[in-house]
Structures are given as structure tokens and as C-alpha cells.
């Protein structure tokens, strides 16, 4: 409660950071601006892409299942986030860690079988 | 922690989360393995049952001395008893709704999951009425609040169910993150999450800084809370979502969603700032910011009762009126009284029999009309008399009038309102937008009795309803005439 001031200064540091990732690409694009020739021709402004010519509309869509997999992937990314602690502390942690994470592993794998069961796992 | 610890806790106590997580997973596996072409309506049976068992195992828990287990994070107190009460009939009442509800379209895959979203709802509200830890506060209110926004939007091929969806996800989304970092700011000046801790070195601080900090954190997480109990000027998402989420979503949001939103309000502003940075008189930061407390309460009752008068669907007016009911319960919030525990509650019971009542009729003449028009109703005491006098004593409660649960509640607060320093500007503005409401009220009543119907055929009334109206009525009359039930129940809990 005494260190109020560490606590602020802490919000300052916060702020320097904030200030510094605003000025930082404002100044180097300037500073760009000022170094770089400037000699336009028409090749030049057309689209990048690999140095192929361009064929294509710029807007792609993407099938939606890849996201559905990608959420799929996040939870299991978690669940080995939160199991790989835990076998190493396990000695420490004890039997309440064990129950917790039988439960937590329990929950997924019924939110598994939610997936599997709304044909989140297959590909049409 | 060892195993002697964990079998040292009274794990008993947690018998009713125990049964509702329990019924939920049930209901999950059964909806994903049940035949595709069996009725799921069972699966709503078999929640009004966990629901009912979850009922008596609270009952018979209620002669248990508070305990505490977890380190505080569940705490089985009286508060929590009582209120936990309310969820959980309200619930079960929201189930026979849910039960009886039948969407013309975008219902047809995910009936069951309407049943076990209720449940995880309600284990989240639960969890909120006996936490003692920031922590799990903020889990209770997110697993409610995540399980309401895929209930208003169930109905997946409506375009106002979606509509009603999106609103209530970024809305709620805004409003949770500010009340985050309120908490944020608690925890940075106390370092600890456990509310009994925190309530213990705030009531130390004495620097005029940390006040200050305080005062902001107070501000944050009280605007995040009031986005969830719809209260003016922060209640613009409560009509859209209510018009456009499911009959029975819409009773849960308006009820269950807002006493749990009262119960953490209640919470974290009577443990953590009650008595917080006291000045030399001995009065926390409660009571400097009891002003911002009042113009909320007022502006609610005034913007809630004034825009109703012209509304024409009848959800979006029972939106309306429930942001000004909010504003009712807010009042008793401010003012701080000595029964402020007993009126809130009270309150709220009654509220959740007369609103739970009166959505159980608006979901079958919504559902015979086809649309959600004030029109609908007109000539209801023709084609269903007996539907239309039970809507009647609703009405009247809802409005306030002696001999019903809803005078009772307006009536314990208004006489709060005089205990200690008097508020005098506060009751008379709950006085006056108590008879605003009166005209769109019985706007209601003249066409059910007073108009010709557009439509004669008669209602068919499924079981559900009847039992929800039934419970709603007899409630709603006996906490009327006989307010000394509830009161007693109050005071022999410990």
C-alpha cells in the first residue's frame, strides 16, 4: 500500500511504451519519405505478387471450416498449456490437481464429442 | 493442498451446483446421442426435475451455519441461500416456458441445446450468489452471460434472433471488459482477490490518492454491472435483444439475468467498498459516491417509464418496464437502509412472479398471432377470459396496487428511502414514474376487456403455461396479503 508511487510509475512505463509504438512508425515512414528517390513509372504501381503478373481479385474467400478447425485446434493447444505444469509440479500440487484436471480433461473430451457429433471433424 | 484439506471442506454445500452441472453435462450427451427424430422436449423434462431436486437440496440445506469452503471462492451464507432460491425457481419456471415454446422457424436442430443453455445459465448465476473471490464472481458472470448470448440467438435462420444476438455480444462484451479492469484496479491496490481480505485492507486506506483510485475503480465496475441489470444510461441494448430473443430467452434475460446482475452488484459494492477508505466521520467511499448511485436510479425510472408509454410490440414494452423495475430496486441500493438485504430480495421475488406470469401469456397470444403487436391482445377477455384475468392481477401487481407481491416490494422501499437522511427527490420521483407506468399498464388491460378482437379463435394453453401462471398468480397474490411469509423465511436464515 506505501509503494503507491511504484504502482503508478508501473502506468508510466505503459505510457512511454504506448508513445514510442505511435511515434515509431510515424517517424520511420517519414523519415523514408525524406531518403528515398522519388521516380514513378507504371510498373511500378502495379500489384506485387510474387513477381508473377496479377490475375486476380484481391478478396479471397476462405472456407469457414477452417476456422471451426482452428477453434477445434485452440482448445486442445490449451488444454496441453495447462497439462504440461502440472505433470511437472505434479509431487508438489498432489491429489486436488489430479481431480482438478480429470475434470477439466472430462469437460473437453465432452466438448469433443460435441464436435464429432455436430460433424465439426469431417470434411464435406 | 493435500487430500486431508480437500475431504476437511463441507463439499455438502455444494450439493445444488453439484446437481445442475451434473443434469447439464446429462443433457448434453443425451441431446448429441438421442435418435435425430425423438421429440427433445424430454430433455426439458428431465432439467425441470434437476432444477426441482436442486430446489430441495437447498431447502434442506437451509438450517446449515454459513460455511465457507476453497478458501472463500464458494461461500454458503445466508445471502447466497436466499437468493439462490429466487434463481432457481425462476429457472424452473423458465423451463416450463421453454418447454411449452414453439418457434415457427430456425428451432428445429438445436431444441435441445435451448434446455441445457438455461442450465449452464443457471449454474453461472449460481455460483455468482455464493462466491467470495473476485475470481469466481467473474467466472459465474461469464458463463452466464456467454450461455445467454447463444440463447438469444438460438432461433439460427431468424433475422432478428441474430439481430438480438450480435447486439447482446458486443454490448455485453464492452461492458464485462470495463468491469474487468474496475477489478483490475481493486485487485492492484490490495493484491488480493479474496473479497473479505480486500473489504479488510481497503477499510485502511487513508491516502487520498488510493481513494481516488478507488473512486475509479468503484466507477468502472459499477458502469460494467449496470449494463447488465439494463439500467439507464446504459439500457439501449435491452429492447433490441428482448424484441428479437425467444419468448421463454427473453423471461430469463429480463429475470434470472437481472437478479444475478443485482446479486453481483450487491456483492462487490457492499464487501469491497461498504467501508472502504473511510473519511474521519467513519463513512466509506460508498457513500461519497452515493450521489453517482442516485442520478442512475432516477435517470432508469424516468427513461424506462417515459419511453414504455410508446412503445406498440409488447416485448420491447416489457423491456422498458424492466429497466424502470431495475430503476425501483436501484433506489433501495442507494439509500442504503438498514433492510436494503430484505427489500431487494423481496423485490425481487416479486418481480420474478409477476414478469415470469405475464411472459407466459405474451408467449401464447405471440405465438397464436404470428407477430408481437400491443394489438394482439385486444379482445383476449373474449376468446380466453380466464387468461385475461390472470394477466389482469399481473398487470396490477406489476403496477404496484395493494393486496399484491409488487406493492409489497415498492412499498419496503419506499419506506427505506426515509431511513437515515431521507430521500426525498428519489421517493418522489419513484412515486411519480410509479403512475406513468399505470397508463401503459392498463393500456394492456383496455384491449384485452375493451377492444373487439381481430381474431376469434380460441388459445390453446399447453401445460407449461399453466403451470408457470398458476405458480405466478397464487405467488403473487399470497406475498401480497401475507408479505410476513417471505419476511420470516428472511430472518430465520443464518
Known amino acids: ?124 | 493442498m493435500d487430500l486431508e484439506t480437500l475431504k476437511s471442506f463441507e463439499w455438502s454445500v455444494m450439493t445444488p451446483e453439484f446437481i445442475i452441472l451434473g443434469v447439464a453435462a446429462l443433457l448434453t450427451l443425451l441431446d448429441l446421442f438421442l435418435p435425430k427424430k425423438m421429440d427433445r422436449r424430454i430433455l426439458g423434462w428431465i432439467g425441470i426435475v434437476g432444477i426441482l431436486a436442486a430446489i430441495l437440496s437447498v431447502a434442506s440445506l437451509l438450517n446449515v451455519e454459513s460455511t465457507s469452503i476453497l478458501d472463500d471462492s464458494f461461500t454458503f451464507d445466508a445471502f447466497g441461500k436466499s437468493f439462490k432460491l429466487i434463481l432457481l425457481v425462476g429457472s424452473a419456471l423458465v423451463m416450463f416456458l421453454a418447454i411449452s415454446y414453439d418457434a415457427k422457424e430456425g428451432m428445429e436442430d438445436y431444441r435441445g441445446e435451448f434446455y441445457y443453455l438455461f442450465l449452464s445459465a443457471l449454474l453461472g448465476a449460481m455460483i455468482m450468489t455464493s462466491s467470495g473471490d473476485l475470481i469466481t464472481l467473474f467466472i459465474g458472470l461469464e458463463l452466464l452471460t456467454v450461455s445467454s448470448y447463444i440463447l438469444a440467438g438460438i432461433r439460427k435462420h431468424n433475422l432478428q434472433s441474430n439481430e438480438s444476438a450480435m447486439k447482446y455480444v458486443i454490448n455485453g462484451g464492452i461492458s464485462t471488459a470495463i468491469t474487468l479492469f474496475g477489478m483490475s484496479y481493486v485487485y492492484g491496490l490490495t493484491g488480493t482477490t479474496n473479497l473479505f481480505e480486500i473489504a479488510n485492507k481497503l477499510a485502511a486506506v487513508t491516502n487520498g490518492q488510493q481513494a481516488y483510485l478507488l473512486g475509479l475503480a468503484f466507477l468502472m465496475i459499477f458502469v460494467g454491472l449496470s449494463f447488465k441489470l439494463a439500467a439507464a444510461p446504459f439500457h439501449m441494448w435491452a429492447p433490441d435483444v428482448y424484441q428479437g430473443a425467444p419468448t421463454p430467452v427473453t423471461a430469463f434475460l429480463s429475470v434470472i439475468s437481472k437478479s444475478a446482475g443485482f446479486v453481483i452488484v450487491i456483492r462487490i459494492l457492499i464487501s469491497v467498498f461498504y467501508n472502504a477508505a473511510p473519511t474521519d466521520n467513519g463513512e466509506g467511499i460508498l457513500f461519497k459516491m452515493h450521489d453517482y448511485l442516485a442520478v442512475i436510479a432516477a435517470v432508469t425510472m424516468i427513461i424506462g417509464n417515459v419511453v414504455a408509454l410508446k412503445q406498440t410490440n409488447i416485448k420491447r414494452l416489457f423491456a422498458y418496464s424492466s429497466i424502470a423495475h431495475a430503476g425501483y430496486i436501484l433506489v433501495a441500493l442507494t439509500t442504503m437502509s438498514s433492510n436494503l438485504l430484505y427489500s431487494i430480495w423481496f423485490y425481487l421475488l416479486a418481480y420474478m412472479l409477476m414478469n415470469l406470469g405475464a411472459f407466459a401469456v405474451i408467449q401464447v397470444v405471440t405465438e397464436q398471432a404470428g407477430s408481437s403487436k400491443i394489438s394482439d391482445f385486444a379482445g383476449l377477455a373474449r376468446r380466453s377470459p380466464i387468461l385475461a384475468v390472470l394477466m389482469g392481477i399481473l398487470l396490477v401487481s406489476l403496477a404496484g396496487f395493494p393486496g399484491t407481491a409488487g406493492f409489497i416490494g415498492k412499498l419496503n422501499i419506499f419506506v427505506g428511502a426515509f431511513y437515515g437522511t431521507p430521500h426525498y427527490v428519489l421517493a418522489a420521483i419513484m412515486i411519480a414514474t410509479t403512475v406513468i407506468s399505470y397508463f401503459y399498464y392498463f393500456g394492456i388491460m383496455t384491449q384485452m376487456f375493451f377492444r373487439p378482437a381481430s381474431d376469434e379463435r380460441k388459445l390453446n394453453i399447453p401445460f407449461g403455461i399453466v403451470v408457470v401462471l398458476l405458480v405466478a398468480v397464487v405467488g403473487s397474490i399470497l406475498f401480497g396479503i401475507m408479505p410476513n411469509i417471505a419476511l420470516d423465511f428472511l430472518n430465520n436464515l443464518h
Request: charged fraction near 15%.
Open chain 1, 1 to 124: 500500500m506505501e509503494l503507491l508511487n511504484v504502482y503508478q510509475n508501473n502506468y508510466l512505463i505503459v505510457f512511454v511504451f504506448l508513445c514510442l509504438g505511435v511515434l515509431l512508425p510515424v517517424v520511420a515512414l517519414y523519415l523514408g519519405k525524406l531518403l528515398r528517390p522519388y521516380k514513378p513509372s507504371d510498373a511500378k504501381y502495379t500489384t506485387y505478387e510474387s513477381g508473377i503478373e496479377p490475375f486476380h481479385d484481391s478478396r479471397v474467400q476462405f472456407n469457414v471450416r477452417y476456422y471451426i478447425f482452428a477453434l477445434m485446434f485452440v482448445i486442445f493447444d490449451v488444454e496441453t498449456v495447462f497439462l504440461y505444469p502440472w505433470a511437472v509440479a505434479y509431487d508438489k500440487l498432489g491429489i486436488f490437481a489430479l481431480v482438478e484436471m480429470l475434470i477439466f480433461v472430462a469437460m473437453l473430451l465432452i466438448g469433443l464429442v460435441y464436435a464429432w457429433k455436430k460433424k465439426v471433424l469431417r470434411w464435406i
